[in-house]
C-alpha cells in the first residue's frame, strides 16, 4: 500500500511530510506504519516501516534521525547522522541529507525550517513539552544555527483535537498557574470536565516565540482512527499498546 504524507504549504518547498498511518508493514493493533521503536511491536517491523519513511524522504535510513522522547523542553542538535538516540524531545540542524523526525500519538508534531538559513527542525510537543517551553527552546537552538526568526516557519501536523480532549480542573490549573490568560484553551465539558485545545495553545507558543507564519494542519489523531493512531482512543477502547505516527523533515 502506498504511504499518504500530509504536507504544509506553509513549509514551503522544504521536503517534509507529516505520515499518517496507512503504507506499513505491522499489522493487528499497530496495523500499519508504526514506527515506534518503544512499542511492542515486532522490532524488524517497526525498522521496515521507518525505512519506508527514509526512501521517501530521500535519504539512507541511516540518516532518519530520531529521539528518545521524554516529553521534555530538551533540544538537541545534530550534525552528523548518528545510532545514538538522546533523550530531548526536539532536534535542530543545518547538514544536508539529514531527516529530523519526531513519533506522536495525539502529542503535536511540529516541523521548522528557515529554508534561507539552511536550518530546520522537528520537535514532539504534548501539553507537557508545550507548557515547559520545547517550542521556544527549538527555535532558540535554530538561531545558534544561523536561521533567523523572521524567517523560520512552523507547521504543527496531526494531533488530538478540542473536541476529543477531556480533562479535568486539575489539568487546567497546570496552565493558568502559569498565566491565567491561559483559561482561553479550555472550554466547558459534561460536569467537571473541560476540553482543551492543544493545537491552538501550540500556536500562542510559536507566536510568543516571534514566529508569526504557523499553521496547524487540522486533522484530529483521535477522530480518524483509519488514518491515524491515538493513545488516547487506545485507552478508551482498552487495547494493550498503539502505534506512533511519523513527521520528518530534511534539507
Known sequence: MTLEILTCGILGETRHGFFTRKG??????????????????????????RARVAEAMKVPAANLMGAHQIHSADVITINEPSTLRP???????ATPGIALSV?????????FADAKAGVIGAAHAGWKGALDGVLDETVEAMIAL?????????????CISQRAYEVGPEFMDNFTDKDPENARFFAGGEGDRLQFDLPAFGLKCLR????SDCEWTRHCTY?????FYSYRRSVHHKEADYGRLIAAITL
Open 24 to 49: 506499513g508493514a505491522s499489522s493487528g493493533i499497530f496495523d500499519g506504519l508504526n514506527c515506534g521503536a518503544g512499542s511492542s511491536d515486532q522490532s524488524e517491523v517497526v525498522s521496515i516501516n
Open 87 to 93: 533523550q530531548a524531545d526536539a532536534l535542530v540542524t
Open 103 to 111: 513519533l506522536s500519538a495525539d502529542c503535536q508534531p511540529v516541523l
Open 146 to 158: 544561523g536561521a533567523t526568526r523572521e524567517n523560520i516557519y512552523a507547521a504543527i501536523g496531526p
Open 208 to 211: 510568543a516565540t516571534g514566529i
Open 223 to 227: 477522530s480518524e482512527p483509519a488514518r
